[in-house]
T-cell receptor, first 120, second 114 residues
Framework: AQSVTQLDSQVPVFEEAPVELRCNYS??????LFWYVQYPNQGLQLLLK??????LVESINGFEAEFNKSQTSFHLRKPSVHISDTAEYFC??????????????????FGQGTILTVHP | EAGVAQSPRYKIIEKRQSVAFWCNPI?????LYWYQQILGQGPKLLIQ????????DSQLPKDRFSAERLKGVDSTLKIQPAKLEDSAVYLC????????????FGPGTRLTVL
């Protein structure tokens, strides 16, 4: 079984300030890690993911997240936020199960979400 | 490329009534998911299909919820009979496969049970 805890339900910040959204997970097996984002009046979409290799992963719009295995964390950071970053952010984990054909089929478990509000 | 389509977008019913939701995934995506998202919570997986077979339905309340995926493409999720606590947004998503693969989400169906 796996679980995800997002430590802050709401994070208000001013424009151009740095931000960190915290995520901790629990799992008895190795996992893949994801951040999904939901902008106002839009569907959920992938922001970034960690599969293997470098523990620091980046998105195209300046967010980054670092996989810390010892602390079982995958915190999301941005050095300078914009008004357009206002959204709800979800951390998620998936196990690394493979079927007989080698296809990944693990299920995704989401955290409860963090609402990031960027003020002018 | 067309995204994941869902209908209806909104539904209001009374408790003990039945309701059905429809999902059309992205063409070529073998894996289809139904999630329930209650206000203030993250999405919770109800059922995961790989083609037309069920991979995981451990969190599906099988006494009232059912789902099928016709010919490995479209899917329907049914609730019969509905309870007040079923009020939520029901999200459909699809991906090439599970696990490491990006999931693409539909707009969701907001269900209100009165």
């Amino acid at each position: 079984a796996q679980s995800v805890t997002q430590l802050d339900s709401q994070v208000p910040v001013f424009e151009e300030a740095p931000v960190e959204l915290r995520c901790n997970y629990s799992s008895s097996v190795s996992v893949y890690l994801f951040w999904y984002v939901q902008y106002p009046n839009q569907g959920l979409q992938l922001l970034l993911k960690y599969l293997s290799g470098s523990t620091l992963v980046e998105s195209i719009n300046g967010f980054e997240a670092e996989f810390n295995k010892s602390q079982t964390s995958f915190h999301l950071r941005k050095p300078s936020v914009h008004i357009s970053d206002t959204a709800e952010y979800f951390c998620a984990v998936s196990d690394r199960r493979l079927n007989a054909g080698g296809t990944s089929y693990g299920k995704l478990t989401f955290g409860q979400g963090t609402i990031l509000t960027v003020h002018p | 490329e067309a995204g994941v389509a869902q209908s209806p977008r909104y539904k209001i019913i009374e408790k003990r009534q039945s309701v059905a939701f429809w999902c059309n995934p992205i063409s070529g995506h073998a894996t289809l998911y139904w999630y329930q998202q209650i206000l203030g919570q993250g999405p919770k997986l109800l059922i995961q299909f790989q083609n037309n077979g069920v991979v995981d339905d451990s969190q599906l309340p099988k006494d009232r919820f059912s789902a099928e995926r016709l010919k490995g493409v479209d899917s329907t999720l049914k609730i019969q009979p509905a309870k007040l606590e079923d009020s939520a947004v029901y999200l459909c998503a699809s991906s090439l496969a599970g696990g490491r693969n990006e999931q693409f989400f539909g707009p969701g169906t907001r269900l209100t049970v009165l």
